[in-house]
């Protein structure tokens, strides 16, 4: 059983920066991140494959958002800057198997319990 936990969520102001931490119990193939707004549905943030560092972006947070893996630390981090209100959403860290089709939720198995960020204007 893969466990996830997240970390790092606050609040800021628009133009700041936050770095989200997910530390991993176990090993998987591929790594997520996805967010939630009230009222909203689950929306694909990045995606990360262990085995080559190949990383996906939606495109509202391409050039701003960055996510890396720390192999030594089974940890997985999402870099986030010039945040904007609109990325105010809860975030959560997700884990599964495949390598493909990353951007969609039913892509990963196992999924933390989540970390606000709120983004002030």
């Known amino acids: 059983q893969v466990q996830l936990e997240e970390s790092g969520g606050g609040l800021v102001q628009a133009g700041g920066s936050l770095t989200l931490s997910c530390a991993v119990s176990?090993?998987?193939?591929?790594m997520g991140w996805f967010r939630q707004a009230p009222g909203k549905e689950r929306e694909f943030v990045a995606a990360?494959?262990?085995?080559?560092?190949?990383?996906y972006y939606a495109d509202s947070v391409k050039g701003r958002f960055a996510i890396s893996g720390d192999n030594a630390k089974n940890t997985v981090y999402l870099q986030m800057n010039s945040l904007k209100p609109e990325d105010t959403a809860m975030y959560y860290c997700?884990?599964?198997?495949?390598?493909?089709?990353?951007?969609?939720?039913?892509?990963?198995?196992?999924w933390g319990q989540g970390t606000q960020v709120t983004v002030s204007s």
């Open positions: 997700a884990a599964g198997p495949r390598d493909y089709r990353l951007e969609r939720t039913n892509a990963f198995d196992y």
């Open positions: 176990g090993r998987t193939f591929s």
């Open positions: 990360f494959r262990w085995a080559d560092g190949i990383a």
